[in-house]
Each structure stands twice: as C-alpha cells, then as structure tokens.
C-alpha cells in the first residue's frame, strides 16, 4: 500500500510521482491512498510510522519508507525482494 499525495494515475507532488514510476517499472501490485482526502489518516498515519513525509509505502503491514528510503534500495538490489517478502 502507498500513502500519497494523489493516486497512482494522478500523483499530486513530484515525489509521489517517483515512487509511482519506481513500483511500475518493479511490475508490483500495488494500491495506493490519497493522503490529502483524509486529514485523520494524513496525521494518524505520522504517529504510527514515525515517519513526518509521504508517500510513505508499506509492505504486509510494514513501512518500508519514503522515497529516499526506497530509491536506495532499488540502487542496492534490495527493492524487488522487499516487495516480495
């Protein structure tokens, strides 16, 4: 599941956009959640990550990060055995 700002068809800031192309080119399943739609879960999911900043993608539950977090794995080779964990 990606948090973001807009949809996967739709990304409202250039980083959702990023990571959208990121889980394209991985041919990962994938849903994503307009954060901007929702200001409970916008906030609320901050305190549950810890994590200040969107998109923020989770895997089986569990957050994997931000872009950041996911442009160094794809660099390290670590990417594609994450999604499928």
Known sequence: ???MK????TPRCGFSRQIIEILNNTGAKYETFDILTDEEVRQGLKTY???PTYPQ???N???I???DIVKEMV???EFASALNA
């Open 61 to 63: 539950g569990e957050l």
């Open 57 to 59: 993608l989770y895997v």
């Open 49 to 51: 990550s810890d994590w």
């Open 75 to 77: 660099t390290a080779g």
């Open 6 to 9: 807009g949809n996967r068809t």
């Open 65 to 67: 990060g931000g872009l």
């Open 1 to 3: 599941m990606l948090f």
